[in-house]
């Protein structure tokens, strides 16, 4: 099961990039990300490759920032097989927050960051099914 990091950021010029840099000023990689913004304030959400650094750095910098048990699903790269994972879910009652993309950086396969209320039950359900999680 990854860490994703949450960070509410002001929406304003510049925020993301003193984010991004950061963390590449403390050697964190940036895995997978996604944004969602209102007028004022947004949230970006990330997986990283040291969720506690990126916590502390970014905390310590003065941004409110929280970790969150999100499920990776590997996929085939090729149509459908997103439908296929949700398709899954589905059959099993389950719901799915949000998904973003990141990849497996050794098979070059997409992996799926999801978010459901109770992510080890969901993990658990793919990988019966045959799903590769991490």
Do not use: W
Not at 6 to 35: D, Q, R
Not at 59 to 88: M, Q
Not at 101 to 111: A, D, V
């Amino acid at each position: 099961m990854l860490k994703q990091v949450s960070i509410y950021a002001e929406n304003k010029k510049g925020c993301f990039k003193n984010i991004t840099g950061l963390l590449m000023e403390n050697g964190i990689n940036i895995l997978g990300s996604v944004t969602n913004d209102s007028a004022e304030y947004g949230i970006i959400r990330m997986v990283v490759s040291d969720p506690e650094k990126c916590i502390e750095v970014l905390k310590s910098a003065g941004y409110i920032c929280k970790t969150t048990p999100v499920i990776a699903v590997e996929c085939k790269d090729e149509v459908g097989a997103l439908d296929s994972i949700l398709k899954t879910l589905y059959d099993s009652n389950i719901n799915i927050n949000y998904v973003y993309l990141s990849f497996n950086r050794e098979s070059g396969n997409p992996i799926m960051v999801m978010h459901a209320d109770e992510p080890k039950a969901v993990e658990n359900i793919l990988i019966n099914k045959g799903y590769k999680c991490d």
